[in-house]
């Protein structure tokens, strides 16, 4: 149980392209889900945070006009790179949960999409 | 102020040699401590939840135990196989991850 899943797991594109990326929950209702970006041999560093039907909640210095999040139902979310540079090239994750139903429920994570841009 | 601090960050053992990876952590109003493996490349995959002080899990070689202060996953003859990244996260008012461990485990 508890599967999430990311789409593409790799996207190789140029400089000024906008880059779209899914986080599904396959099998539970996600009330919140997360983005996170993670640099070689460093730790997760949250992103964005959005509840289902919300805006996004933005950790600070993250550009919430260039990394646009929607999660329009329980089990989708998409984070949108707008105009995305080779700054921007890391591996991306998503997770969601249900926490917010019952409290204390864990993150589950999607596999990673690694973005290369040219 | 809520964080959660993991130590040893990298830990070399040989096939079979146990060991225990350390999770302290200070939060307010613990709902629940997360451990998680991640492989290189790979997003972190679920393996325990621990609720309260005392608590322990098992899952084939690892055993998550849980205190009001940390916790510990204990590694038992760990394989090659364990080698990954393990983190752990605590939820409070909201998620704080530690940084992991590092494990490396050598035939």
């Known amino acids: 149980g508890a599967v999430v899943s990311q789409h593409p797991s790799r996207v190789i594109c140029k400089s000024g392209t906008s880059v779209k990326i899914e986080c599904r929950s396959l099998?539970?209702?996600?009330?919140?889900m997360f983005w996170y970006r993670q640099f070689p041999k460093q730790s997760l560093m949250l992103m964005a945070t959005?509840?289902?039907?919300?805006?996004?909640?933005?950790e600070q210095g993250v550009e919430k006009d260039k990394f646009l999040i929607n999660h329009a139902s329980l089990t989708l979310s998409t984070l949108t790179v707008t105009s995305a540079h080779p700054e921007d090239s890391s591996f991306y994750i998503c997770?969601?949960?249900?926490?917010?139903?019952?409290?204390?429920?864990?993150?589950?994570f999607g596999d990673g999409t690694r973005l290369s841009i040219l | 102020e809520d964080q959660v601090t993991q130590s040893p960050e990298a830990l070399r053992l040989q096939e079979g040699e146990s060991s225990s990876l350390n999770c302290s952590y200070t939060?307010?109003?613990?709902?629940?401590l997360f451990w998680y493996r991640q492989d290189p490349g790979k997003g972190p995959e679920f393996l325990f939840t621990?609720?309260?002080a005392g608590e322990e899990k098992e899952k084939e070689r690892l055993k998550a135990t849980l205190t009001k202060k940390e916790s510990f996953l204990h590694i038992t003859a760990p394989k090659p196989e364990d080698s990954a990244t393990y983190l752990c996260?605590?939820?409070?008012?909201?998620?704080?991850f530690g940084t992991g461990t590092s494990l490396t485990v050598i035939p």
């Open positions: 099998d539970f209702q996600a009330t919140t």
């Open positions: 939060v307010s109003g613990l709902r629940g």
């Open positions: 996260a605590v939820l409070g008012n909201q998620f704080y």
């Open positions: 997770s969601a949960s249900a926490f917010g139903v019952a409290g204390n429920q864990p993150q589950h």
């Open positions: 959005s509840n289902e039907g919300s805006k996004a909640t933005y």
């Open positions: 621990l609720y309260s």
